[in-house]
């Protein structure tokens, strides 16, 4: 009795001396240049720069929409600025709490924020887009010296559905979000693998031509690998705006175009077009309209097709799927993907009754919910 009790005693202290040195070994391989006793962490950006952040992130801004939008999703909590106040057809969904984030403008085409503006809402780190462009890193020195003291943090703003999961997956554990971002990636995975495997088996002969309404008169459109358009090849259709040298940019048609394309489907954000298109008799021959299979992208609280062609349109996915293909895309239940992405991301509690409305506004019939 009195030996198995020393073995047992032995085995005992073994035992915790691996656990010990195993603790110390942990302790010791943890990079030097990765954590700082002083409450910050090194990070490597999305550009390849050292950066020294704290370690908990609890206020943060982005210079463009795109990447406010992202941190809305994800960190909403942490977001002390957004580009521009909410419109109020925005507002109809965002939670009381996050009405009132100050507007701090942003640096995006021609709109040029003010320095001493993002300053003032005092923000731990200020996230900047980059693309491959190698303009960007010299943006993103400037920033940094205009900033001085305040960690500017390199993040690509990819502009391609398929490819912002890197981004996201960066963005949610710099916040120490991870498992929002894993949600928000896992969500996009889902419908981008439907789409995928439902447009492959659609025969080029069977695809329906879509046009892109993108103005108030319903004349300027995007071409079919224009990142404002993307989500109409993606599901499967073909986009008519197919126009050499233009295939990628933005430009301006006629309505004389328009006829002559004469497209199936007519997707577009204005509610302006929305509202007169029917009633216009300029566009009455056309098969979208005379069918009427013309659309309305939701847009509260931001754009599920385009405005801009980030994070927002992962909404749209699915949204553009029932849209075009109905009967394809039977499979998706687009009232539970609505409210699923408004509870996670949005943070807004959608009644199905309230899902339902905002689909049936967008001109979808309820038999194809």
Not at 27 to 41: I, L
Not at 181 to 197: G, R
Request: hydrophobic letters at 40%.
């Amino acid at each position: 009795m009195g030996v198995n009790m020393e073995k047992k005693t032995k085995i005992l202290i073994a035992v915790l001396a691996v656990i010990i040195i195993a603790a110390v070994a942990i302790v010791c391989f943890v990079p030097s240049t990765t954590v700082n006793t002083d409450g910050n962490t090194t990070i490597t950006d999305m550009a390849n720069r050292t950066v020294t952040v704290p370690s908990h992130i609890e206020k943060v801004v982005s210079t463009r929409p795109s990447m406010t939008k992202l941190i809305y999703m994800i960190a909403p909590d942490k977001l002390v600025g957004i580009d521009s106040k909410w419109r109020d057809y925005e507002l109809k969904y965002v939670p009381d709490k996050y009405k009132d984030i100050p507007e701090i403008g942003c640096w995006n085409g021609k709109k040029d924020a003010s320095y001493e503006e993002f300053i003032a809402v005092d923000p731990d780190v200020v996230i900047q887009d980059i693309s491959n462009d190698p303009e960007d890193l010299k943006i993103v020195e400037e920033r940094q010296k205009n900033f001085a003291n305040i960690p500017v943090v390199a993040t690509v703003d990819s502009v391609d559905i398929t490819q912002m999961r890197a981004s996201i997956k960066f963005l949610g554990t710099l916040l120490g979000v991870e498992d929002k971002a894993d949600s928000l990636n896992a969500f996009n995975d889902k419908y981008l693998t439907i789409a995928k495997e439902t447009s492959q088996q659609i025969p080029d002969s069977e695809k329906k031509t879509v046009y892109y309404a993108r103005d108030e008169n319903g004349l300027n459109t995007a071409g079919p690998n224009s990142p404002h358009a993307q989500l109409i090849n993606l599901v499967g259709g073909k986009n008519v705006a197919n126009v050499s040298g233009a295939d990628d940019k933005d430009f301006s048609v006629s309505i004389e175009q328009v006829i002559s394309w004469n497209p199936d489907v007519i997707i577009t954000c204005e509610k302006e077009f929305y509202d007169n298109v029917y009633n216009d008799p300029s566009w009455a021959s056309i098969n979208a309209v005379k069918n009427h299979q013309v659309y309305l992208a939701p847009n509260s609280p931001a754009g599920w097709f385009d405005m801009p062609p980030s994070v927002n349109v992962i909404m749209g996915v699915p949204w553009t799927a029932k849209v075009i293909y109905p009967d394809k895309y039977s499979s998706i239940d687009l009232v539970g993907a609505t409210t699923e992405f408004y509870s996670q991301f949005y943070h807004y509690d959608l009644t199905n009754d309230e899902a339902k409305q905002i689909l049936l506004d967008s001109g979808l019939k309820e038999s194809a919910l």
